[in-house]
C-alpha cells in the first residue's frame, strides 16, 4: 500500500501513505474519525525503507554514521461520514555518531533492525548510535504525539 514517487517531496510521501493506510480503514468504518500514520528516514532525499537483511542493516548504519538525516512522519486524521480530514506531516532531523564496525555490530546485536525504517529505533538503546535530535522526538519513534494531540484539540472544537 505504501507508495514513493521519484516527483514528489519525503512530506508528501509520507503523507500520502498516510492517506492511503487511514482511508482504507475509514472505508470500513466511517462513522469512526480513523488515524493513519506513515514514517520515513530519508539521507539526501532518498529513502531508507525497512533492510531486507542483517547485512542491509550494517550497510544503512554505516551510511547514516556520523551525518545527519531526516525522519519524516506523515498523519492522516479522517472521518468519512462527517467529511472531515486533516492530512500533515512532520520532519525531525537526526544526527549520527562517528560509528566504527564493531559498533554497528553491537548495536544491531541489541535490536531487530529488519522491521524499522533506517534499521534503528531511537527508543532501542539509541544514545549508543545518536548524538542529537532537532525537533520532535516522539516523531523519531513513529508518532508526532504533540502536533496528534493539538491537531485532535482543534479537531474537537
Given amino acids: 500500500m505504501e507508495v514513493a514517487?521519484?516527483?514528489?517531496?519525503?512530506?508528501?510521501?509520507?503523507?500520502?501513505?498516510?492517506h492511503r493506510k487511514a482511508r482504507a480503514?475509514?472505508?470500513?468504518?466511517?462513522d469512526a474519525l480513523v488515524?493513519?500514520?506513515d514514517t520515513l528516514v530519508f539521507l539526501d532525499g532518498e529513502i531508507m525503507g525497512?533492510?531486507?537483511?542483517?547485512?542491509?542493516?550494517?550497510?544503512?548504519?554505516?551510511?547514516l554514521q556520523g551525518?545527519?538525516?531526516?525522519?519524516?512522519?506523515?498523519?492522516?486524521?479522517?472521518?468519512l461520514r462527517r467529511r472531515r480530514e486533516r492530512l500533515f506531516a512532520?520532519?525531525?532531523?537526526?544526527?549520527?555518531?562517528?560509528l566504527s564496525a564493531e559498533q554497528i555490530s553491537g548495536y544491531l546485536s541489541k535490536i531487530n533492525p529488519l522491521d524499522k525504517a533506517g534499521a534503528y529505533a531511537i527508543q532501542d538503546h539509541g544514545d549508543l548510535?545518536?548524538?542529537e535530535i532537532s525537533g520532535s522526538y516522539s516523531n523519531v519513534v513513529g508518532l508526532p504525539v504533540e502536533r496528534v494531540g493539538a491537531e485532535l484539540a482543534a479537531w474537537a472544537k
Avoid: W, Y
Avoid at 514517487?5 to 498516510?18: D, F, G, K, T, V
Avoid at 480503514?25 to 466511517?30: D, G, L, R, S
Avoid at 525497512?50 to 551510511?63: I, S, V
Avoid at 512532520?90 to 562517528?98: A, E, I, L
Fill in 25 to 30: 480503514v475509514a472505508k470500513k468504518i466511517p
Fill in 129 to 131: 548510535i545518536v548524538s
Fill in 50 to 63: 525497512k533492510p531486507r537483511d542483517l547485512a542491509d542493516a550494517q550497510r544503512m548504519l554505516a551510511r
Fill in 35 to 37: 488515524l493513519g500514520a
Fill in 90 to 98: 512532520v520532519s525531525t532531523d537526526v544526527t549520527f555518531r562517528p
Fill in 67 to 79: 551525518r545527519m538525516h531526516q525522519v519524516v512522519t506523515g498523519v492522516n486524521l479522517i472521518h
Fill in 5 to 18: 514517487h521519484e516527483h514528489l517531496s519525503p512530506l508528501e510521501i509520507c503523507q500520502l501513505n498516510a
